[in-house]
C-alpha cells in the first residue's frame, strides 16, 4: 500500500517559518506531479503548491512569494518551505503525488494531513 507521510506541521508565531516534508513509500519519478494542499474548516481544499514533471512551480496568489515547493527524488521526498506564515494560513496542510499512471489507470496518492496553527 502506497503511503505518504507528513512530518513537520506545529503552531507558531506570525512572521515565523516552517517547513513541512512529504516522504512517500515509492519512487517519485522526475515526470510525477507533486502538490500540497491545505484545508481550512468551512472552506473548501485549496491547491497551495504544485511541482509538475517539467519542474514548473506554481503557487497559489495567497502563498507567492512566501512559500517553496522543493522535491527531492532521490529521497522521495518533497517539502513545502513556509516563510513569513501569517495567521490565514492555518489549517491541515496535505502532501499529494500524482496523478500516476498504470496502463489505462491513474491514481492519486495522499498523506493523512498535518496541522499548521499561525498564531498573531
Known amino acids: 500500500q502506497v503511503q505518504l507521510v507528513e512530518s513537520g506541521g506545529g503552531l507558531v508565531q506570525a512572521g515565523q517559518s516552517l517547513r513541512l516534508s512529504c516522504k512517500s513509500s515509492?519512487?517519485?519519478?522526475?515526470?510525477?506531479?507533486v502538490e500540497w494542499h491545505r484545508q481550512v474548516p468551512g472552506r473548501t481544499r485549496e491547491l497551495v503548491a504544485r511541482s509538475g514533471g517539467d519542474r514548473n512551480r506554481t503557487y497559489s496568489d495567497a502563498v507567492k512569494g512566501r512559500f517553496a515547493i522543493i522535491r527531492d527524488n532521490v529521497e522521495d521526498s518533497f517539502y513545502l518551505q513556509m516563510d513569513n506564515l501569517r495567521p490565514d494560513d492555518t489549517g491541515i496542510y496535505s502532501c499529494?503525488?500524482?496523478?500516476?499512471?498504470?496502463?489505462?489507470?491513474?491514481?492519486?496518492?495522499w498523506g493523512q494531513g498535518t496541522q499548521v496553527t499561525v498564531s498573531a
Open positions: 515509492i519512487s517519485i519519478w522526475s515526470e510525477d506531479t
Open positions: 499529494k503525488l500524482g496523478p500516476r499512471k498504470y496502463g489505462v489507470r491513474t491514481y492519486d496518492y
